[in-house]
């Protein structure tokens, strides 16, 4: 049971390259969320999924876009990388009607130059 | 202003000593309040979570909440070395809404 992983681990990404961060659970949750952190500032969310075949903004979704492939799986997009996005990548599942816990991911550390 | 509110630190104690780490929020819609915590370079976990004014005990960790004055707290009895982690404060009410997480230090 690996529970979230999240490839890769770290990128650097020049200004205007494109990449997608990849998630996938094996605890069968219905929920997935992208979640970004910055010295400072907590954990953001950008997007999030509350089952599959849907997705909706979080706090900061500019810039981004998401693909909730299946129950397992949620990408994260970024079409034109910019220095702002420099940042740590978090994805995170839960079940909310077992409970209201959010399971992470170990992160993708990322660096637009 | 954020809806959580969280002192960033970084705070420096002596093994033993009692820790207290406190958050405000402003969304009285918000019905769980939850703590997690992230060693670095690793993924954020719960530590604990409640619905409820009042304390939870879970071993050294206290977690006490004022839906009056809308303000949570940690408290760490016994601090530990293998305590030094950010510690994260977290609300939910539709979606969860972290603070912006305070770094502690426990120095053997």
């Given at each position: 049971n690996a529970g979230v992983t999240q490839t890769p681990k770290f990128q650097v990404l020049k200004t205007g390259q494109s990449m997608t961060l990849q998630c996938a659970q094996?605890?069968?949750?219905?929920s997935m969320y992208w979640y970004r952190q910055d010295p400072g500032m907590g954990l953001r969310l950008i997007y999030y999924s509350a089952s599959e075949g849907t997705t909706d903004k979080g706090e900061v979704p500019n810039g981004y876009n998401v693909s909730?492939?299946?129950?397992?799986e949620f990408s994260l997009r970024l079409e034109s990388a910019a220095p702002s996005q420099t940042s740590v990548y978090f994805c995170a599942s839960s079940d909310a009607q077992v409970s209201y816990e959010q399971y992470f991911g170990p992160g993708t550390r990322l660096t637009v130059t | 202003q954020k809806e959580v509110e969280q002192d960033p630190g970084p705070l420096s104690v002596p093994e033993g000593a009692i820790v207290s780490l406190n958050c405000t929020y402003?969304?009285?819609?918000?019905?769980y309040f939850m703590w997690y915590r992230q060693y670095s370079r690793k993924g954020p976990e719960l530590l604990m979570y409640t619905y409820s004014s009042g304390n939870k005990e879970d071993g050294r960790f206290t977690a006490q909440v004022d839906k009056s004055s809308k303000y949570i707290s940690l408290f760490i009895r016994?601090?530990?070395?293998?305590?030094?982690a950010t510690y994260l404060c977290g609300n939910q009410g539709g979606k969860l809404i972290f603070g912006q997480g305070t770094e502690l230090s426990v120095k053997p």
């Open positions: 094996d605890m069968n949750h219905n909730r492939l299946n129950k397992r | 402003s969304n009285s819609a918000f019905q016994d601090s530990q070395p293998s305590d030094s």
